[in-house]
């Protein structure tokens, strides 16, 4: 069975089936902050979210980013590098793109399994 959880009209923010965990996009709350600090504050949203679906960033199985400027994929980076599970890092993409609004930074979405 399908399972959506903090759902309005338009989106889920996560959903799973079976074992299978997905979030949505996340963005920073407080997009004044720079890089590092928008890239901390959706890391702390995916924790949360993963927490709600039994789950934590040790079972991530891929990640999908999305930088404003690739030119700031080194402070994404540190931040997603303290964060990660070394021992269990995921798949992941990272593209440059225009996010919904100039002043998103970052964009990140996960998949994890539920153990």
């Given at each position: 069975?399908?399972?959506?959880?903090?759902?309005?009209q338009?989106?889920?923010?996560?959903?799973?089936?079976?074992?299978?965990?997905?979030?949505?996009?996340?963005?920073?709350?407080?997009?004044?902050?720079?890089?590092?600090?928008?890239t901390?504050?959706?890391?702390?949203?995916?924790d949360?979210?993963?927490?709600?679906?039994?789950?934590?960033?040790?079972?991530?199985?891929?990640?999908?980013?999305?930088?404003?400027?690739?030119?700031?994929?080194?402070?994404m980076?540190?931040?997603?590098?303290?964060?990660?599970?070394?021992?269990?890092?995921?798949?992941?993409?990272?593209?440059?793109?225009?996010?919904?609004?100039?002043?998103?930074?970052?964009?990140?979405?996960?998949?994890?399994?539920?153990?």
């Open positions: 069975m399908i399972q959506r959880q903090h759902s309005n338009r989106m889920s923010q996560l959903v799973s089936f079976a074992n299978l965990i997905w979030t949505a996009g996340q963005v920073a709350k407080d997009p004044s902050e720079g890089m590092a600090g928008q901390r504050q959706i890391l702390a949203q995916i949360a979210l993963l927490a709600d679906a039994g789950t934590d960033k040790s079972n991530l199985i891929s990640a999908n980013i999305w930088l404003s400027d690739i030119r700031q994929f080194a402070q980076n540190e931040v997603w590098d303290a964060w990660v599970d070394s021992e269990n890092p995921p798949v992941r993409a990272c593209v440059e793109s225009r996010l919904a609004r100039p002043e998103l930074l970052v964009e990140i979405q996960v998949v994890a399994v539920k153990p």
